[in-house]
DNA sequence: TCTGGGGTCCTAGGACCC
DNA sequence: TCTGGGGTCCTAGGACCC
């Protein structure tokens, strides 16, 4: 079986960063199962399938066991959801009440969907539900009952082999202990809609310097770069490109930033936010980085591991750029 | 209960290369 | 020399999850 682990975390305020806590949860899942797949901020995917042979119980008793230590040394709550696979687990945890434990057995499996609107479905939102009702498929017993062809002809080939499977309890996903992250991304909002060029570059500044450092921390570097530009109406454009080298030097990124941001030409745009994604995120060690011989480059980088030091030592608002400065 | 901010993955079309 | 077909990469956008 596998459990999904929602922890009630206390609010960032009073605990002084989830950070610290998650990592202590985790370490006490790991006692009783190796294979863990975090869920930042507050949960956890656990394959407890070893462990039920292993300590000689059942899922819904590890299940207790976790609790009451997550309790004992961590203070912290948790809604536990078990079943036969991921999503399974995923679907059941929504149902289980704060404190206790909800189990859908192998043989519960086919009643456990059946009842259900077909937005209850993991990997179901709001978009396919609406097209499915459209069509008279409102409950996941009559998804699960149309031929696979016609979910494909109504979704698409991929997404409809993946809803017949689903609707039937079937998901072939496996919990993934310590899945590498993809990108890492940041937003600013303006206070008002602004169309103020000069405003865009400072939050892009701001935003490059904060992703080059989250990155250059874990010691990872980025492939391409996205911007995406949020409208007063609430639409979207997102331009991305790729960087001419892997990197996590801000002074790069920003450029590349502000590049894209130019590429739009936003005149008169009333923009409401702005975000920067680094995408494709791959090891620093394993970035082949062309040798500059350009000395200012060099300076900048040194300046920027200095920098980093510095923060990490006296905190993120220990170095700023000049021009967000004050 | 809703919102918003961060994530993931998929699709589709065009460019380019072989 | 021309044509065509298949990969792969890039880009934009959509859907979904927590």
């Known amino acids: 079986m596998i459990l999904y682990v929602r922890f009630r975390l206390p609010s ?5 960063g989830v950070e610290a806590v998650l990592p202590a949860l985790l370490g006490l899942i790991e006692e009783i199962s190796p294979v863990v797949q975090a869920l930042p901020p507050d949960a956890a995917l656990v394959d407890v399938r070893g462990a039920e042979r292993y300590f000689g119980r059942d899922a819904a008793q590890l299940a207790s066991l976790l609790r009451v230590r997550a309790l004992a040394h961590c203070g912290v709550d948790c809604a536990i959801g078990a079943g036969p696979n991921p999503m399974l687990a995923r679907m059941t945890a929504r149902e289980a009440g704060p404190g206790t434990t909800r189990v859908v057995a192998e043989g519960e499996v086919a009643g456990f969907l059946a009842d259900k609107p077909v937005a209850a479905l993991y990997g179901t939102g709001p978009a396919t539900a609406r097209t499915l009702c459209s069509y008279g498929l409102d409950s996941l017993g009559r998804v699960a009952a149309a031929p696979l062809a016609v979910l494909q002809r109504i979704v698409g080939a991929r997404a409809g ?12 996903t496996a919990v993934v202990p310590n899945a590498a992250v993809r990108s890492v991304a940041a937003e600013r909002s303006f206070t008002r809609d602004e169309l103020d060029p000069v405003r865009h570059r400072r939050a892009l500044l701001s935003l490059a310097e904060e992703l080059g450092m989250r990155m250059r921390g874990e010691s990872r570097v980025c492939r391409s770069l996205a911007l995406t530009v949020r409208y007063a109406d609430r639409s979207t454009t997102t331009r991305a490109r790729v960087l001419r080298e892997p990197t996590a030097h801000s002074a790069t990124l920003t450029d590349a930033a502000y590049r894209i941001h130019e ?8 923009v409401r936010s702005l975000a920067l994604r680094a995408e494709d995120l791959t090891p620093a060690e394993r970035a082949a980085r062309q040798l500059t011989f350009d000395p200012a480059d060099e300076r900048s980088r040194r300046i920027e591991a200095v920098a980093d030091r510095a923060r990490a030592r006296f905190g993120p608002q220990a170095v700023v750029p000049g021009s967000l400065a004050a």
């Open 12 to 16: 960032l305020q009073e605990a002084g």
């Open 161 to 172: 082999r993946e809803l017949w499977e689903r609707a039937r309890g079937i998901d072939r």
């Open 263 to 270: 590429s739009l030409g936003l005149q008169r745009a009333r």
